[in-house]
Nanobody
């Protein structure tokens, strides 16, 4: 089994910063990519940022220039540094990991989610 443990959410004022962390543990052969998604009340879950095992990144347009995704492969951990936060960034943030097995199959795992609230 694989577990994704998220941390770092909370309440922050507009313009503030937060750093989310997500550590993968358990039976891991390889991690192909990790990422962050978010879901605001009444909305669908959307991609925020992803990073491959080679370090290639992808960002949702509204967070470009404000959020930075990074990864520590030795610790199986992904980070999301969020700066210049806006009220519209308020959502539950979910960590995702795409894991590979020795046969080349790929599996998707999700964390339990961490709440980020941007409000004055």
């Amino acid at each position: 089994q694989v577990q994704l443990a998220e941390s770092g959410g909370g309440l922050v004022q507009p313009g503030g910063s937060l750093r989310l962390s997500c550590a993968a543990s358990g039976s891991i052969f390889s991690i192909n990519a990790m990422g962050w998604y978010r879901q605001a009340p009444g909305k669908q879950r959307e991609l925020v940022a992803t990073i491959t095992n080679g370090g290639s990144t992808n960002y949702e347009d509204s967070v470009k220039g404000r959020f930075t995704i990074s990864r520590d492969n030795a610790k199986n951990t992904v980070y999301l540094q969020m700066n210049s936060l806006k009220p519209e960034d308020t959502a539950v943030y979910y960590c995702n990991a795409l894991l590979g097995d020795p046969l080349g199959y790929q599996y998707s795992y999700w964390g339990q989610g961490t709440q980020v609230t941007v409000s004055s």
